[in-house]
C-alpha cells in the first residue's frame, strides 16, 4: 500500500503499475527480458535523462531498433503504455539528479532576485503536489499507530538529518518513545533492537542513502511496521515500506527544498496530536508551564528603581 492519492484515471493506472511492481530495480526490470534486448534499453535506463522526453520513434532510432520493438520491450518490462515507460525514467532521472544537474537545468532569469523568487515558487509547487497526491485517510492511520507503537525509530542520514530531528523532538514532546538515528553505525545499533510492535519511519531521497534503505529493510525484516518517505516512486525504500508517501524536493538551484517534507511531517504531527487529544493537552499543561517560566528561556529582568 501506499499513502498516495490518484487523481484521475490515467494516473491511477499508473499507480496501479506502481503498486503491482513496487520496489523494481532497473536491474530487475531488466531480468524479465532476453539477452538481446537487455542490450538494447539498457542505455535508457541507464541515462533516463537523455530518454525521457523522446518520442517511442525517437528512442528507437537513438537505440538503434525500431518503434514496435521498443513497444515490445517497454511492456516486457512491466509497462501497459509507452507513456507509463516515460513517467518510470522522470522517477529515474528524479532520482538519480545530482545537485550539478539542478543547478546547470535551471533556467536563466537574468536577475538575482529572479532566481530567489524561483526558489520559492519551486516550493510552492512541491507543496501543491503534496497536498493534491496524499492521501490523508492513509496518513491519519499512521498517526493512530504512533500511539499504539512499542517504540517509534526514525532513520535518515545526511540532509535528512534534520528531518530527523524535527520529527524525534516533536514525538518526543507529546510523549512518545522515539529514538532517531542519523549515522551508519546508530543505524546498525538501533535496528538490532527491533521487532514487531515497532514503528520505523525512513526517509530518503534520489538514489536513497544504503544506511537508511538497509536500516528500513531490517526493521522490516525484523517484523516492525515501516514507512518510506521519498521523492520519487522508483525509490528503494518503496520495497521495505508498508506505507510509502512522496514528497518533491525539487529545486532551481542546488541541494534539496525540504518545504514539502517539513509540511508533511507537520502534518503527521497534528493527525498524532488530535488522534490522542486528552493526553497531548495533559502534556502540554506541563509544556506550557516550563514554557513560561523554564530557565532555558533567555528573560529580561526588571530593574527596580
Known amino acids: 500500500m ?13 499507480l ?21 534486448r537487455q542490450e538494447v534499453i539498457r542505455p535508457a535506463l541507464e541515462r533516463p535523462r537523455e530518454f525521457v ?33 516515460q513517467r518510470y525514467l522522470q522517477d529515474l532521472t528524479v532520482a538519480h539528479a545530482t545537485s550539478l544537474d539542478s543547478m546547470q537545468s535551471a533556467i536563466n532569469r537574468h536577475s538575482l532576485s529572479g532566481q530567489m523568487q524561483a526558489a520559492v515558487d ?25 500511539w499504539k507503537a512499542r517504540r517509534v525509530y526514525i532513520l535518515g542520514g545526511d540532509l535528512a538529518g534534520s528531518l530527523v530531528d524535527y520529527i524525534a523532538y516533536h514525538l518526543t514532546l507529546l510523549g512518545i518513545l522515539t529514538l532517531g538515528a542519523t549515522t551508519t553505525g546508530r543505524m546498525v545499533h538501533m535496528m538490532r533492537s527491533v521487532a514487531k510492535g515497532d514503528l520505523v519511519i525512513g526517509i530518503s531521497f534520489g538514489r536513497g542513502l ?22 520519487t516512486y522508483v525509490s528503494p525504500l ?23 517534507p ?10 498524532c496530536a488530535f ?24 528573560s529580561t529582568r526588571l530593574q527596580q528603581s
Open 122 to 146: 519551486q516550493d510552492i509547487d512541491n507543496l501543491r503536489a503534496l497536498r493534491t497526491s496524499t492521501d490523508f485517510d492513509q496518513l491519519a492511520s499512521i498517526a493512530t499507530r504512533v
Open 238 to 260: 518503496a520495497e521495505a515500506s508498508d506505507e510509502f508517501f512522496i514528497a518533491s524536493v525539487r529545486t532551481p538551484s542546488f541541494g534539496m527544498a525540504y518545504a514539502a
Open 275 to 298: 488522534a490522542n487529544r486528552r493526553r497531548t493537552l495533559a502534556v502540554l499543561k506541563e509544556v506550557a508551564a516550563e514554557q513560561k517560566f523554564g530557565t532555558r528561556w533567555y
Open 210 to 231: 544504503r544506511s537508511t534503505v538497509e536500516g528500513l529493510q531490517e526493521a522490516k525484516r525484523r517484523g516492525a511496521f515501516c514507512i518510506g518517505v521519498a521523492d
Open 262 to 271: 517539513i509540511s508533511l511531517m507537520n502534518a503527521l504531527m497534528a493527525g
Open 53 to 85: 522526453l523522446l518520442s517511442v520513434r525517437n528512442a528507437a532510432d537513438r537505440l538503434n531498433s525500431d518503434p514496435a520493438t521498443i513497444i515490445r520491450i517497454v511492456r516486457g518490462l512491466g509497462f501497459e503504455t509507452y507513456r507509463d515507460f
Open 16 to 36: 496501479n503499475g506502481i503498486a503491482e511492481a513496487q520496489g523494481w530495480s532497473a536491474q530487475q526490470r531488466l531480468s524479465r527480458l532476453s539477452p538481446k
Open 2 to 14: 501506499n499513502g498516495l492519492k490518484p487523481q484521475d484515471g490515467s494516473v491511477e493506472s499508473f
